[in-house]
């Protein structure tokens, strides 16, 4: 079922149309995301870290975010895309347990390490489980950079290595996107916002791939926030 699944989540990142992907961060939110017809679902390690008590950056342990993964998984029919950060120090270690739990794929992030490195462990990855969906992630703009020649080179080094799908985390400058399409030589995933995303323009400028991060998980939590300021008494 998994690699059933692993190429129904690859073969949405050739269209037609652009590939939406909410995050969810618990089995609630994701039976919403799949109750409203989205093909597949990824998951916002920033979300589910937050929810368990921890910050971002790999603090909460890779069982918990695993767990968490799992029971996503369990929960919906649709493909589900694991946000596993960094690897924990272990990343086909941490793929191989991934896949085990039903994700079908990965996020896999760079941190800025020297790109030889995260491309050699993209390598390593699709090595050990060839049909997983891997979005190799740069945190080039992250760091903020407004030059998109660090993250290109990044980006084309880890297709060359495997990947399936390069994310550009941090970039909203609309000629820079159009710019990391043309030049980055596989699939591309931005990050947008939940409130008025541009997603028809995304597309047009040859994104193909979009995702939200924690941006739902904030979106709600802030929901909540107003409704109980409205109600508390103090």
């Known amino acids: 079922m998994s690699s059933v699944k692993a190429e129904r989540l690859r073969t949405l990142h050739r269209g037609p149309g652009l590939l939406v992907l909410p995050n969810a961060w618990d089995v609630a939110s994701a039976r919403v995301f799949a109750g409203?017809?989205?093909?597949?679902?990824?998951?916002?390690?920033?979300?589910?870290?937050?929810?368990?008590?921890?910050?971002?950056?790999?603090q909460i342990s890779r069982a918990q975010m695993l767990a968490a993964v799992e029971r996503i998984v369990r929960n919906v029919d649709v493909p589900v895309s694991?946000?596993?950060?960094?690897?924990?120090?272990?990343?086909?270690?941490?793929?191989?347990?991934?896949?085990?739990?039903?994700?079908?794929?990965?996020?896999?992030?760079?941190?800025?390490?020297?790109?030889?490195?995260?491309?050699?462990?993209?390598?390593?990855?699709?090595?050990?489980?060839?049909?997983?969906?891997?979005?190799?992630?740069?945190?080039?703009?992250?760091?903020?950079s407004k030059d998109p020649d660090?993250?290109?080179?990044?980006?084309n080094a880890y297709f060359a290595a495997g990947a399936d799908c390069a994310y550009v985390i941090g970039v909203d400058d609309l000629e820079i996107v159009a710019r990391l399409a043309r030049d980055i030589t596989g699939p591309l995933n931005?990050?947008?916002d939940v409130e008025s995303p541009p997603l028809a323009e995304l597309e047009r400028l040859g994104v193909r791939r979009i995702t939200f991060g924690p941006n739902f998980f904030r979106a709600a939590l802030s929901r909540v926030e107003e409704l109980a300021r409205s109600l508390s008494p103090g």
Request: glycine fraction near 10%; aromatic fraction near 8%.
């Open 190 to 192: 931005v990050m947008v």
């Open 150 to 155: 660090e993250a290109i080179e990044r980006a």
């Open 82 to 144: 694991a946000d596993l950060e960094a690897g924990y120090g272990d990343p086909v270690g941490t793929t191989r347990l991934a896949w085990e739990a039903g994700a079908v794929g990965m996020n896999f992030e760079d941190a800025l390490r020297p790109v030889g490195e995260h491309a050699d462990d993209v390598r390593a990855i699709k090595r050990a489980i060839p049909e997983l969906v891997l979005n190799a992630r740069t945190d080039v703009f992250l760091r903020g």
């Open 36 to 58: 409203c017809g989205f093909p597949a679902i990824a998951t916002a390690s920033w979300a589910i870290a937050a929810t368990h008590g921890y910050p971002d950056g790999e």
